[in-house]
């Protein structure tokens, strides 16, 4: 499974040293302009400056298309159903097939949700891939005081997902050499699902209850203060992420204003 | 271990706490599954797409199970979180969104349990976190991907999550939830020990 091995982010390229809580506030940011406009020139222009940082990413794109390439289907649908199903079709006539017609003006507008979709999911992804968990549990913990015993332990419970990902199969092999198919009835095939996630969730929890013994006993949690082994500091170029983010967000809805394309999500 | 007529402890133990992350850990793990199966199967419902919003539930399913098994306040939005969370660093395609859908939906869920004053962790209660998160993610998903759509897609797509979040959240979790217990792994906890036959 291909997709269980998450990408090494590249701690030298200018993204991948950045500060998780950084990262993150900047995603937020840019997703927040992009969640109140459902144009396609806000979203365009948000689109390509995210596209031009991929290079600084320390991200190869190939990994990142690898992981991500199923949001293309995604954008795909969003913009044919905001187009296909919109109450009125506006603009002069693009396509006519018996009582279909397809207006211009509103298929334009469904490409550019599909455009702002690309956005905010690259948005989060340049910020997540880059990012490694752990990083961003010691982030937490120091700036934002979420407590330790909770970062720590979604962390060991982040630990397991290799193991998952082979006892998954390891259940289904199981199961196929036992004789358990589900022929082709949705329903059994459903059931046998549900049998197999259980065997997943048994095994999990068993390791979970050691593994919190564990922990206990190694005494986390046990005193209000602790020390950081690997510090997140906040530098100024943490900071300016967060503001050109900001900058971006701003900028992209100004120009959409300014050129007369803006169109917000509510009181449009 | 207290015995289930102690007092409950005021916080959350470190076993809460690691059980509900790796319920939702493995929950993460089957979202990457399930999107897929969403983005595959979305040809099928090219008809009526509106209806494919009955695959939603499973989405819902990791923050009432946790919910469930758990039996804190703050379970349920933990469970769904961190569900979220995992499957955004494996790289969803929804990418951070997911986090915010995670909340939303965890929070909707967590809502369900909070009407019933934290006392009840029965069916009833199972199937109206589910309805709540449904109501929760239906509402972030029409303004994020379908804000040009007629109304009577919205209205239906709305529809088609509540229930699914109800039939596949809510019971699907309470079964997940009855079936750990009964394969007695969740001793520690008193949802482990209602089921118990004396």
Known sequence: MKLLTPVVPDRSAPLGAANPLAKLVAALLLMVALFASLDGVTAGMILVVLLGLL????????????????????????????????????????????????????ALNGLALGVRLLAIALAGLLALATTDPVDLADALMQHWRVSPRFALGALAALRLLPSFAVEWQTIGLARRARGINAGRSPVAWLRLMGGRLLSLLVGGVRRAT????????????????????RPQPMRAADWAWIAGALLLAVGAVAVSMLIGTWRPLVGG | MTTASAPRPAGWRMIDIVVAAVLAVAFGVAFLAWNALYNWTTPLFAAVPAAQAVMYGVWLLPGVLVGLVVRRPGAALFGGFVAAAVSAFLGSQWGLDVLLSGLIQGAGAELGFALFLYRGWHLPAAVLGGVLAGAGAAIHDIVVYYPDAGPEFKIAFAAFVVLSGAVLGGVGAWLLARALARRGVLAAFESGRDQRRI
């Open chain 1, 55 to 106: 290079p600084v990413s320390g991200v190869s794109p190939g990994a990142l298309l690898g992981r991500s390439w199923l949001v293309l289907f995604a954008a795909v649908s969003v913009a044919v159903i905001n187009t296909l199903l919109a109450p009125a079709q506006l603009g002069p006539t693009l396509l006519e097939a018996g009582p279909i017609r397809i207006g211009a003006d509103t």
């Open chain 1, 210 to 229: 050691r593994m919190a013994v564990a922990m206990e006993a190694r005494g986390l949690g046990s005193r209000p203060c602790r020390s950081a082994a």
